[in-house]
């Protein structure tokens, strides 16, 4: 018998893996229901966010957690800032979710997106996952981004640089909520030593998306190499300073991929970390 060609082999493969990724959906209905109301934009953004139909509902959900908190700690402005632009399409994809949260919240907020410009740089080492990326990946077409950006400020250059610099240039108003996507042990631990700068450039919790922290079969992202690394010597290295993992999401009861790339940084020296937040009647009847 004639063997099939290879063109045809990979349309099977693609198509039997389409059908596989069907059964490995936690509930058909919900997430088709879900696909619909983003795809048709149906209810207010509000509604949309809560039940995960929109573009991104992590960049979404730090974000409007974010500006909550700003607001009960009485902030008028805050930032968000993404490590790892790239094409700019989750920077395009922030100021649209920063439009709708603004709209709901009374704050503003600011958005810088930190990136060489240039893609990855040469991974140092292991730690780097050079089996998984590429020196030179992610290219940005700068002035093509800048044409297309309402608002969000671009900071380029390599991130050993730019961090040191970044406050004293821009003054940022406090920061709320990060995006982590440099993909690189060595670019996510020099981004994390921001967080050693003047407590009041910071929320004293502030929430956090790390991409590189789930990952496949081919990326195997681990607690030993990558984001994960990055993480842990964090913690190791700061007494009163943690990212920790947030429980009240993945104990719900319909678990999305993401809420397993959240982290809340915590800086419980901050002078605003004890500030009473909640609600203000809690009394229980008997
Ligand atoms: C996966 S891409 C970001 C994708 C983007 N967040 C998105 O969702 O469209 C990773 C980016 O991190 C940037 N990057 C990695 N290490 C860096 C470093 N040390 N300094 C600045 N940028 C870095 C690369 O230039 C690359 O564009």
Redesign the pocket.
Known sequence: MKEPSARLRVTSRVKWESVLNIFLQPSLVRSALIGLIRKAHLGSYKFRLKIGAVERPHYGYIVYNAARLAQKLNHKRMSVL??????????LNLEYHVRQIEALVPIKIDIYG????????RPVDYRDLPYHWKEG????DIPELRSKLNFAKLVL????V?AERFFAEHEPAPIGAV?H????Y??TA?ALKLFDENEKYFLPRIYCYF?DTVGDETSLYNDYTGQRLAIHEFNQAHESKKLAVPYHLISRKSVESWYHQIFIYHDFKHRQYNEFISEENQQLPI
Request: aromatic share 16%; charged share 25%.
């Open positions: 993404e490590f790892g632009v790239a094409g700019g399409r989750g920077l930190f990136d060489t410009g240039e893609g990855l740089p990946f992610f290219k940005m250059g390599n991130v050993d730019t995006i996507d440099f993909d690189f060595s670019s020099m991409d």
